[in-house]
């Protein structure tokens, strides 16, 4: 991983008012040609997780590399093969990673979830309320970091 950002507005740019948004005229989802999908994720200006007091901007990039920010399997010569928390492993009430609803992608270990990711992507979703495991591990990740 190389930075976070927590969204705080969700903009459909085909239809919306772009004289609103002149500091986003910038931006090349503005210079596209239109497409139903064609989504700005603006930032939240603070970080904000469950009942914690985070002195974090909604976005940022880690300054250097630590091991915690490492999603690929070590010694792997795949870049798409992930090892993850162990409690990352989707189940019946728990909603997977977004694009990666094919349970053949996931192999729960005995002290890791592997991942056989979709492909390289910068919008991969965890539903955090399916997770509650998910806020230690962010805040550990962001502030560590």
């Not at 064609?38 to 974090?56: G, S």
């Not at 996931?106 to 492909?119: C, G, Q």
């Amino acid at each position: 991983m190389w930075g976070w950002l927590q969204v705080g507005q969700i903009i459909p740019v085909d239809s919306c008012d772009r004289e609103e948004l002149t500091w986003a005229q910038y931006h090349p989802h503005f210079h596209r040609p239109p497409e139903r999908n064609n989504t700005l994720y603006v930032t939240r200006e603070d970080l904000e997780l469950p009942n914690m007091d985070i002195q974090k901007p909604g976005a940022g990039v880690f300054e250097y590399f630590n091991p915690k920010l490492q999603l690929t399997v070590p010694e792997s010569s795949r870049a798409s093969l992930w090892s993850l928390p162990k409690w990352f492993y989707p189940g019946d009430d728990r909603r997977p990673l977004s694009y990666h609803g094919d349970l053949k992608r996931w192999e729960s270990t005995d002290t890791a979830t592997i991942l056989n990711v979709v492909s390289r992507g910068q919008e991969f979703v965890l539903e955090c309320e399916d997770y509650p495991e998910s806020v230690e591990w962010l805040l550990d990740i962001v502030t560590e970091s």
